[in-house]
């Protein structure tokens, strides 16, 4: 059940990221697969100027090191596209890159409770990506913290394909 807020509220109903940049490996793409599934499924997503309540469907891609937020309403017709500069995501995305390396070893070699304290580590350092995130849309695009969470893994698979 949803409240009349939740009502108001504008929602992605599509997102797809840019396919020419190519492949990653199959934990990347799982990831990609459960962060598309888990923001169609809920997701607070307000283009500033946009219809409250209006339904998005959103292309990320990378252009000339800048990240590109192509916003079109359900209809398919461009609503806004917004161009944000990578440099604030830079360390952040780099030290994301690392542990998940960590990770993704420790799963196939480590104890529990060393997986567990990588996972919690990963987890910070996603946490950080997405309030880095919801910063650089501020006054462009509301977002609450799980969009930005989930947009903050398909910013790193756009990374890691590239």
Not at 35 to 64: C, Q, W
Not at 88 to 108: H, Q, T
Not at 135 to 148: M, N, Q, S
Request: aromatic share 6%; with cysteine.
């Amino acid at each position: 059940m949803t409240s009349g807020s939740d009502q108001k509220s504008g929602k992605l109903i599509d997102i797809e990221l840019d396919e020419s940049i190519g492949r990653a490996t199959p934990d990347v793409e799982h990831e990609r697969a459960v962060a598309i599934f888990d923001l169609i499924e809920e997701n607070v997503f307000n283009p500033a100027g946009a219809p409250e309540g209006g339904r998005f469907k959103l292309k990320l891609s990378l252009a000339d090191k800048r990240l590109v937020f192509d916003i079109r309403n359900e209809d398919d017709e461009p609503v806004v596209a917004h161009i944000l500069s990578l440099t604030p995501f830079r360390r952040v995305i780099k030290d994301y890159f690392l542990i998940c390396d960590s990770y993704y070893e420790a799963i196939r070699s480590a104890t529990p409770q060393q997986i567990e304290a990588i996972d919690m580590g990963r987890r910070g350092i996603h946490n950080d990506g997405s309030q880095t995130l919801m910063e650089r849309l501020k006054g462009k695009i509301a977002v609450d913290l799980d969009t930005a969470r989930r947009l903050f893994t398909l910013i790193c698979v756009l990374h890691w394909r590239n």
